[in-house]
């Protein structure tokens, strides 16, 4: 009876340790989006994977919330990036603590979906990228609305 208490008592400390044990993974969302330079609402009209597994996404703005690249509503932009791939960051860059972050580029957005993006604008051949890591896309199917 003592040993099956003892047992017990380790998974409840264990599961109340647990969370803590990861708390250090949590990054910051706002400090991302912040810096973001395109803020917009966009609709997913076509998505590809090209032979380096690099996502292109075609998409309508619907709403533009802050720009640098004077986007309007209407316009068709591109958003190219490498889906779901993982980035080592020191957490004392992103936080100002020692220890490590993880970040990742957003997994493959789908068609018809309507999403806020927080975006970036690549100079040399007008297309965008995430600017917020996994943060970059709030997606809610079409007929859904994003908060």
Known sequence: MTRGYSIRSLFFICCLLLPAG?????LPTGSFTEKADEVVQIRVLEVQVDEDSRA???AEVLEVRRTRSDLKAGDAITIRYAPGKTIHVPEDVLLKRPGRGILASPGILTRGNVCDAYLGRVERDK??????YQFSFSCKPENETVP
Do not use: K, N, Q, W
Not at 127 to 132: D, E, S
């Open 22 to 26: 990861f708390s250090h993974a949590v």
């Open 56 to 58: 292109i996404v075609r």
């Open 127 to 132: 297309t965008y990228v995430p600017a917020a």
